[in-house]
């Protein structure tokens, strides 16, 4: 008796270790979740998915924000986004069978070897309702189980809203009803395959002044990327690019605060000079107006005489302001202080263009598809693409490095 007693203990014991044990795994699991999203060293990073990958070919502002991130790492992107397409590649059906559009997709994902992989489809799925849940949630797992086969990390994103009245007949309502249905789908799928998920439907779904962020109120203009840049880096958990800088004449003090660093500095009567360090780049803002101000650099300089003075970087006027105004607080978003981080934008932009028409060019039927024995010798000019591309590529990681800008605030005479 005693015997089957002590039996019944270690059962009891084992079980609740076991328990312990499982409780332990998954608190790991959403402590992992819940720490800052990183891209490693030698990464090569695929953005998949359909037109809101395709269409930032643009703007290449999602490439932008991940790979300032980590200036001094060797991380490369590849945009295989397709207008229109799904899980199942059903846009990519333009070319020949075989191989069919499926097939064409995971072979581009093959040849481009990717270690990362933001997957951000659902939107035009989104489009059966209900009653093409089941469908797309295999397709999902399907596509997700291919990237395991890659030896790849997956991010999911969520579809956006839709922002206005689009080109669809279907009302805006329900229109935004299936895409949050298929969000929630996409969100438990990460959850249940231990993934990161990013969810752009409700940050772009709260924001006011939505017509300002797309074309159609379905496709995202230059301002939407620059606001979906902000809503990615806040969903996985990276820090705010916002930087102030703040100087007091009198007391011969300066500091600042955010990505950035004050490495020297001389103070004169009305006149100081600092060089300005930042540890990463700030977002550039698109031209026109945009919708918030909070990758801005803030200068406060208190303890001015009267008069107006002006903040000089790398010997350009970055602003000009009246004593009164730099005491409350000057925002640059512009100029010479984002010099660089458009410049860079540029060269992702053009990389980006270069290689699509490489993967995606106009006449692939005749280069490489069934009708090659025509002009499949002139296949070797896509080929001949990777150097300008690889050049471009070495002039990014240059340029994402930030430089140091050599500053002086002093009157203007």
């Excluded at 090569?44 to 490439?63: A, C, K, M, T």
Aim: net charge negative; aromatic share 8%; proline share 4%.
């Amino acid at each position: 008796m005693r015997s089957a007693k002590i039996s019944s203990l270690s059962i009891l014991l084992l079980l609740v270790f076991l328990q312990g044990c499982a409780t332990a795994e998954i608190t790991t699991s959403e402590e992992e979740k819940s720490t800052p999203f990183e891209l490693r060293h030698g990464d090569r990073v695929v953005l998949l998915g359909n037109s809101l990958i395709q269409n930032d070919l643009e703007y290449g502002y999602i490439e932008y924000a991940l790979t300032t991130r980590w200036p001094g790492r060797d991380i490369t992107f590849r945009n295989l986004g397709w207008t229109g397409d799904t899980v199942h590649g059903e846009a990519r059906s333009y070319y020949t069978t075989p191989p069919d559009s499926y097939e064409l997709l995971t072979r581009q994902l093959e040849e481009v070897e990717p270690t990362v992989v933001f997957v951000a489809y659902g939107a035009n799925e989104a489009y059966a309702g209900k009653e093409g849940i089941s469908r797309f949630k295999e397709g999902l797992q399907k596509l997700l189980d291919k990237i395991d086969e890659l030896d790849a990390r997956a991010v999911l994103l969520s579809p956006i809203p839709q922002l206005a009245g689009g080109p669809s007949g279907e009302g805006i309502t329900q229109r935004n009803e299936n895409l949050a249905l298929y969000s929630s789908v996409i969100a438990q799928t990460a959850a249940e395959r231990d993934l990161r998920y990013i969810n752009l439907f409700d940050p772009l779904q709260d924001i006011n002044n939505k017509e300002r962020l797309t074309t159609d109120g379905v496709h995202l203009n230059e301002n939407g990327y620059y606001f979906l840049a902000s809503v990615m880096e806040d969903q996985l958990g990276l820090s705010s690019r916002e930087s102030a800088v703040s100087i007091d004449l009198s007391g011969n003090v300066i500091e600042s605060t955010g990505p950035t660093t004050i490495l020297q500095n001389h103070f004169q009567d009305d006149r100081m000079q600092f060089t300005l360090a930042h540890s990463i780049l700030p977002l550039p803002p698109p031209p026109s107006e945009t919708l918030t101000q909070e990758h801005a650099i803030r200068f406060q300089v208190r303890g001015l005489n009267n008069g107006c003075y002006t903040l000089t970087a790398d010997s350009d006027i970055a602003a000009s302001a009246s004593a009164e105004r730099w005491s409350d607080g000057v925002r640059v978003d512009r100029g010479v202080l984002f010099r660089q981080a458009n410049e860079l934008r540029e060269r992702i932009v053009d990389k980006n263009q270069l290689f699509f028409r490489k993967y995606r060019p106009t006449n692939r039927t005749y280069l490489v598809g069934f009708r090659s024995h025509e002009q499949g010798q002139n296949a070797k000019e896509l080929e001949q693409l990777d150097l300008f591309i690889s050049r471009l590529e070495g002039q990014i990681f240059q340029l994402r490095k930030p430089h140091p800008k050599h500053c002086t605030v002093q009157s203007v005479k």
